[in-house]
């Protein structure tokens, strides 16, 4: 009798404690559930399901996109810092459309017939003298509705644009012609035309101009490099920093 009294005693003992031990579990998981409830209120499921999959269609990088390749078959021109104004050259180059004190900031004028190996003789130019000009101007670009600048210029989501700065100065660029490339920097507009965005971002034919055809100015060094004249025909695309190689040109890229 007294053994079986025991183990009675023990069984409600037992049933006590798991009652306490399932009330303190219940309490416990309200309290989790209030304080997911008020903590994260974002959130769309308290435990942390996953929502329905969205189907998310990224756009192509700039850089990757077939508009951003080869130009072929472009007529390139010779011009040069503190080139004065003429009949083939409207306006002079002692000023860029960017920097207007062009001329000085390089150090003199980087005369064509004038020279010390690639760089201009007589100085030594504080400048890269590998250098081009392309038709558009960020900066004075009258944008249709459906072109708005920093849609068209494939880098503008790279370089945060300053009041009164351009994002196209200093751009990379490489001019390819009969097996050799040259790397030189965009440092000024022309020829003759600033706004002809669907040539020089979009892959188009340019603008015709007194030039003919003409597509890209290239310096006295980019010549000499690549061994052409004004009225060749040379290839061109845009270049990231990163994929220029060592050259000439190279001592004036920013480490």
């Known amino acids: 009798m007294f053994i079986l009294t025991q183990d009675l005693q023990a069984r409600v003992e037992k049933s006590s404690d798991d009652s306490a031990n399932i009330e303190r579990i219940d309490q416990h998981h309200a309290r989790y559930l209030e304080e997911r409830r008020t903590a994260i209120p974002h ?3 308290i435990f942390h399901t996953p929502p329905k999959a969205r189907i998310l269609i990224e756009e192509p990088s700039p850089w990757s996109a077939k508009t951003h390749t080869w130009r072929r078959g472009i007529t390139a021109t010779v011009f040069w810092i503190g080139e004065q104004a003429s009949e083939r050259n409207l306006i002079a180059n002692n000023a860029s459309a960017w920097d207007s004190n062009w001329e000085t900031n390089y150090g003199g004028t980087d005369h064509p017939g004038s020279r010390n190996g ?3 003789a007589g ?5 890269n003298p590998f250098y081009i000009a392309l038709p558009f101007d960020d900066l004075t670009f009258d944008a249709p509705a459906n072109a708005h600048s920093t849609e068209i210029i494939p880098w503008h989501w790279e370089r945060p644009q300053e009041s009164g700065s351009s994002i196209c100065k200093g751009q990379w660029v490489a001019i390819h012609y009969r097996g050799k490339v040259c790397y030189a920097q965009w440092e000024d507009c022309g020829p003759f035309h600033t706004d002809d965005w669907k040539y020089v971002f979009g892959g188009q034919a340019p603008k015709a101009n007194p030039g003919g055809y003409s597509g890209i100015e290239v310096s006295p060094a980019v010549r000499d490099f690549l061994a052409i004249r ?5 290839s061109w695309k845009f270049a990231k920093q990163e994929e220029v190689p060592k050259g000439p040109w190279y001592q004036w890229i920013i480490h």
Do not use: W
Not at 123 to 127: I, K, N, S, T, V
């Open 43 to 45: 959130i769309l499921s």
């Open 118 to 120: 690639f760089a201009p």
């Open 123 to 127: 100085f030594e130019p504080r400048l």
């Open 230 to 234: 004004s009225g060749y025909r040379v």
